[in-house]
């Protein structure tokens, strides 16, 4: 059973669209981060959310928004999507903020064109 | 800025020769570190971790060393073998904050 998931895989994209890429922990974990990975591999923190409190890294536009539905989900939204987006975007869970580690999902290859 | 950096980008070994991949940070504060593997097409794993109070922890075949007094933390892999091969990270928690990630290096392993 895959841990943290990711979908989709692979995004292609028009500036200008809007797009979601969704995220699933069945690890039982209360928080859940989405990272950028840029294309030189440097992975930069963008959110923090658990059912309590959402925090947000101030550089990050507010085009990007996250969404949990539930405790399992953390959805990534991003509004007018542009060319410098493009990147690999990694969600990932851990339980009482990450004092064991955190768990990735596989990324999702976003490609704005 | 990144808090937690690499000494080097590209590190080439020999298949069998023992690697060690340098990491130093600058918050004098964290009290967690971890090293993590990403290998092409992945999420990063978990490989193993320190905790503040500690100076050395041993996993199987890597060995992890933390020198608080010149905020220094290293990785070592024995006996490389070329599935080792991947970009390696350390990153550093500072307890009720989040994990902040170094640049990584990418670790070559040469048959």
């Known amino acids: 059973d895959t841990a943290v998931s990711q979908t989709p895989k692979y995004l292609v994209t028009q500036m200008g669209n809007d797009k979601s890429i969704k995220c699933e922990q069945n690890?039982?974990?209360?928080?859940m981060y989405w990272y950028k990975q840029d294309s030189k591999k440097f992975l930069k923190i963008m959110f923090s959310y658990n059912n309590k409190e959402l925090i947000i890294n101030e550089t990050v536009p507010n085009r990007f928004s996250p969404k949990s539905p539930d405790k399992a989900h953390l959805n990534l939204h991003i509004n007018s999507l542009e060319l410098g987006d493009s990147a690999v975007y990694f969600c990932a869970s851990s339980q009482d903020h990450g004092t064991d580690g955190y768990t990735f999902g596989s990324g999702t290859r976003l490609t704005v064109v | 800025g990144e808090s937690v950096g690499l000494h080097l980008p590209t590190l080439s070994v020999q298949e069998g020769d023992n690697s060690i991949i340098n990491c130093a940070y600058s918050?004098?504060?964290?009290?967690?570190f971890i090293w993590y593997k990403q290998e092409s097409g992945k999420g990063p794993q978990f490989i193993i971790d320190?905790?503040?109070?500690?100076d050395k922890r041993q996993g199987q075949r890597v060995t992890v060393l933390l020198n608080k007094t010149v905020k220094h933390l290293s990785l070592q892999i024995a006996a490389t073998q070329p599935g080792d091969s991947a970009v390696y990270f350390c990153?550093?928690?500072?307890?009720?904050?989040?994990?902040?990630f170094g640049g990584g290096t990418r670790l070559m392993v040469k048959p």
């Open positions: 990153a550093e928690l500072l307890t009720g904050n989040m994990l902040t």
């Open positions: 690890l039982g974990h209360d928080t």
């Open positions: 918050n004098s504060a964290s009290d967690y």
């Open positions: 320190i905790r503040s109070n500690m």
